[in-house]
């Protein structure tokens, strides 16, 4: 029962982890009305991969101490299949988010450029 009260707690932190990452991400994006110059538009572009980058790589660290913590907690061998299993089930949570992140990324530049609404 507590490996499983332990595991659950860490998807929850995962998931808000997520969240906070989705809305990190989005909130630095500029008004599309306005014109910028193109010094301008380089500089919000480096400041937004800038935020992105540190957005994932606080994420990351944070899932890490989330990850060691757990396995603290259950007792387990990280060779342990269990585990293994575990971490690569986290794993694919957060690539399915940061591949989500892409595609809604992708769709709102074709939306600025075509007008496609992210149809590709």
Not at 47 to 55: L, Q, V, Y
Not at 67 to 86: D, F, M
Not at 94 to 113: F, K
Request: charged fraction near 10%.
């Amino acid at each position: 029962m507590c490996l499983y009260v332990v595991l659950f707690v860490s998807h929850v932190h995962v998931c808000v982890l997520h969240m906070h990452f989705l809305r990190t991400i989005h909130t630095t994006t500029p008004p599309p009305s306005q014109v910028y110059t193109y010094q301008e538009l380089l500089t919000l572009a480096r400041d937004t991969i800038t935020t992105r980058h540190n957005a994932i790589a606080q994420g990351g660290r944070e899932i890490a101490a989330l990850l060691g913590t757990t396995l603290q907690a259950v007792g387990l061998a990280k060779s342990a299949r269990a585990w293994r299993e575990y971490v690569g089930w986290i794993s694919n949570m957060v690539y399915e988010g940061l591949v989500g992140v892409v595609e809604a990324s992708g769709g709102y530049i074709a939306t600025q450029v075509c007008g496609c609404g992210g149809g590709w």
